[in-house]
């Protein structure tokens, strides 16, 4: 569905969806009324289990900016900058962590910030956009598993985790198998592999203690449920991203990317020996 422009308010293809799970949580803080499962308000008071399977945490924290701004267009802009803002500053200080200099730091920050995967949320409320603005600050901590001055950030790592799991389950799949590559080639090359396992575990159990209620939500409702999966892309080569030359758009790179993706990997092969682990 392409976005509406409605009073000033663009409406994209999942703008209902959290639209209303918003002015659900919305609210029940408004009226003191709390149900953790069932949305009472939202999806016409159908009693939907929403909150509990789908970033609890940042469904009640939008809840209340909705709640406290009084209005869908300050609510859209407010959101909107606060993702823009988020996205362009994480990989801002991902790079500076990388010890990039500062022209190219800002200048990934900002490529990343008008890149599809975040305007997503802009232009048709794409809720992937939430998780993806938080990966590059996970990362960040994450790089010390290559630092075998065992430094990793342990309260760093685990929050920051804990609240992507509060956010977007999906995005927390993508930064598992980046963490898990990062600790395996961290560990090989490590010289003091028990304590960066303690220091990374000490991280997990954190993340996990700061998530019991997602976790707790997720038993709750699957274990005593029968629940309709959700639709499954029958061609999910359609749905990838791919290298292009044209325009960008949701399943096309764009050229500018595109580029900057291709000349990466030719520099990264070409000085292959001279780059660090980190780099």
Same mark, same amino acid.
């Not at 659900?24 to 709390?34: G, L, M, P, V």
């Not at 469904?59 to 209340?64: A, D, F, K, N, T």
């Not at 996970?138 to 920051?160: E, P, Q, R």
């Given at each position: 569905?392409?976005q &509406?422009?409605?009073?000033?308010?663009v409406l994209?293809?999942d703008?209902?969806?959290?639209f209303n !799970?918003?002015?659900d949580?919305?609210?029940?803080?408004?009226?003191?009324?709390?149900?953790y499962?069932q949305a009472n308000?939202?999806f016409q008071?159908a009693? !939907?289990i929403?909150t509990p +399977?789908?970033g609890p945490?940042v469904?009640?924290?939008?809840?209340?900016?909705?709640?406290?701004?009084?209005s869908?267009l #300050?609510?859209q802009? /407010?959101?909107?900058? +606060?993702?823009l803002?988020? /996205?362009?500053y994480?990989?801002?200080?991902?790079?500076? !962590?990388l010890?990039?200099n500062?022209?190219f /730091?800002?200048i990934?920050?900002?490529?990343?910030m008008?890149?599809?995967?975040? @305007?997503g949320?802009?232009?048709?409320q794409h809720f %992937?956009?939430?998780?993806?603005?938080?990966?590059?600050?996970?990362?960040?901590? /994450?790089?010390?598993f290559?630092d075998?001055t065992n #430094?990793?950030?342990?309260i760093g790592?685990?929050i920051s985790?804990?609240?992507?799991?509060? @956010?977007h389950f999906l995005?927390?799949?993508?930064?598992?198998?980046?963490?898990?590559?990062?600790f395996? &080639?961290g560990f090989?090359s490590?010289t003091?592999?028990?304590a960066?396992?303690? !220091?990374?575990?000490?991280?997990?159990?954190?993340?996990?203690?700061?998530?019991?209620n997602?976790?707790g939500g997720?038993?709750?409702?699957?274990?005593g449920?029968?629940?309709?999966? %959700?639709w499954?892309t029958?061609n999910?080569?359609a749905?990838?991203?791919?290298?292009s030359?044209?325009s960008?758009?949701?399943?096309?790179?764009g050229i500018?990317?595109?580029?900057?993706?291709l000349?990466?990997?030719?520099?990264?092969?070409i000085h292959?020996?001279?780059?660090s682990?980190?780099?």
């Amino acid at each position: 569905m392409p976005q &509406i422009l409605t009073k000033s308010m663009v409406l994209g293809s999942d703008s209902i969806f959290h639209f209303n !799970r918003f002015f659900d949580t919305a609210e029940q803080i408004a009226n003191k009324n709390f149900n953790y499962f069932q949305a009472n308000y939202g999806f016409q008071q159908a009693g !939907r289990i929403i909150t509990p +399977l789908y970033g609890p945490f940042v469904s009640y924290l939008m809840g209340l900016l909705l709640m406290l701004l009084g209005s869908w267009l #300050k609510f859209q802009l /407010a959101v909107d900058l +606060l993702i823009l803002v988020t /996205a362009a500053y994480g990989v801002y200080s991902l790079s500076k !962590r990388l010890h990039s200099n500062q022209d190219f /730091a800002i200048i990934s920050g900002i490529l990343f910030m008008t890149s599809i995967s975040i @305007t997503g949320w802009v232009l048709n409320q794409h809720f %992937t956009s939430f998780g993806l603005v938080l990966i590059p600050y996970i990362l960040k901590y /994450a790089v010390d598993f290559l630092d075998d001055t065992n #430094k990793v950030n342990i309260i760093g790592l685990g929050i920051s985790m804990a609240l992507l799991i509060q @956010t977007h389950f999906l995005s927390v799949i993508f930064t598992t198998i980046a963490l898990l590559f990062l600790f395996i &080639i961290g560990f090989i090359s490590s010289t003091k592999k028990i304590a960066l396992l303690v !220091r990374v575990f000490a991280a997990a159990l954190l993340a996990f203690i700061l998530t019991l209620n997602v976790w707790g939500g997720l038993f709750e409702v699957y274990s005593g449920n029968h629940l309709l999966s %959700t639709w499954p892309t029958m061609n999910i080569d359609a749905a990838a991203i791919k290298l292009s030359f044209q325009s960008e758009t949701e399943t096309q790179l764009g050229i500018v990317l595109s580029v900057l993706f291709l000349a990466q990997i030719i520099y990264t092969i070409i000085h292959f020996k001279q780059t660090s682990k980190n780099n």
